[in-house]
């Protein structure tokens, strides 16, 4: 159900968003303990995320979505650890018969734009078997021309309106009217749209539950073959905000986004060996202002665009993945 066509090592926003991912469970670990709870994700052929998991939090119970029965067979074959349940089955059947039995870290990877309002469906259906302290993370297609693509010719108001009338209809009793406006059914903004959409659809699903609510905790945009949205969130209860924060600190995290904000963007530059290296070096006490000066050079033919490339490195340099050829 997750991309499956393009290769881990080309995919480095997304591999940066899994280590954030990462990163935020650490910090809810100290909340709650985390190492007992069921990790569900749609692991796509090489079960990576689910890697990533069980080598960080020691967590046993793990199960794989996956409805394509070719990716299936791949998952059984790449199966890294024998903790792993890989289902051959829709998401939406997998949730429908989903009891939750123990803390849940649930990852719903979603990457078509055809199934939004199913997918933004299933979301509130999990949200409605969560209980308090369980984990939840949704992944979606943000590319406003899989939407609706720009039409030859025709002005950028034009298109933006036919976008929002195509996502309205879409989503329809789920869309949330008062809060998206036409000038923000733009490539660059309309992650911020889903944003509002899965605000609206957390806090419709949990309206009949007034002793929990759905706190987000991160999210995040970038370009994966197309744009990608991703948002994380925590069921507590109301009184277990104050202490949930004091014990994380995720407010004092800087890549946290706690207040349904607009998403932080991943983008960070292809960077040589040498070029990492040398950023590096010079991290974390420098701007990036002075490190683009003292390299020499641009990433981008556009000034303004190589500095913001190099800011989003100097923001997730931690979380950067190193790519590199190997002999086994």
């Known amino acids: 159900m997750s991309g499956t066509s393009i290769p881990y090592h080309l995919r480095q926003n997304k591999a940066i968003d899994r280590y954030a991912f990462m990163e935020l469970l650490s910090k809810v670990d100290k909340f709650c303990d985390i190492s007992e709870y069921s990790y569900i994700g749609f692991g796509g052929h090489s079960l990576e995320d689910f890697k990533y998991v069980h080598s960080y939090f020691r ?8 409805e394509d029965e070719e990716v299936y067979k791949r998952q059984k074959f790449n199966q890294p650890h024998n903790c792993i349940d890989c289902l051959l089955k829709p998401s939406s059947d997998f949730i429908n018969d989903f009891q939750r039995t123990n803390g849940t870290i649930i990852w719903l990877d979603y990457t078509k734009p055809s199934g939004l309002r199913n997918q933004i469906e299933e979301f509130q259906a999990i949200i409605n078997k969560l209980l308090p302290s369980d984990i939840i993370k949704i992944t979606l297609n943000a590319h406003a021309a899989s939407y609706l693509p720009a039409q030859s010719g025709a002005r950028s108001d034009e298109i933006q309106k036919l976008r929002l ?14 809060e998206v406006t036409t000038d923000m059914m733009t490539q660059k903004r309309f992650p911020e749209v889903l944003c509002l959409v899965l605000k609206f659809a957390a806090n419709l699903a949990t309206q009949g539950r007034y002793d929990v609510y759905f706190q987000p905790i991160s999210s995040f945009s970038y370009s994966d073959g197309q744009e990608i949205l991703t948002v994380t969130g925590i069921i507590l209860e109301k009184e277990q905000e104050i202490s949930f924060f004091d014990k994380t600190n995720i407010k004092q995290w800087k890549l946290s986004n706690t207040n349904w904000g607009n998403p932080q963007r991943i983008d960070v530059p292809n960077l040589t060996v040498k070029e990492r290296l040398y950023i590096d070096a010079l991290l974390p006490n420098s701007e990036a202002e ?13 000034d303004k665009l190589s500095l913001e490339m190099l800011k ?5 340099y931690r979380q950067s993945p190193f790519f590199s050829r190997i002999l086994i």
Do not use: C
């Open 59 to 66: 967590i046993s119970n793990m199960i794989s979505i996956e």
């Open 165 to 178: 009338e195509e996502l309205r209809r879409r989503l329809g009793d789920i869309f949330p009217s008062a």
């Open 290 to 302: 002075a490190i683009q000066e003292n390299l020499g050079f641009l990433f981008d033919k556009n």
């Open 312 to 316: 989003t490195y100097v923001m997730f």
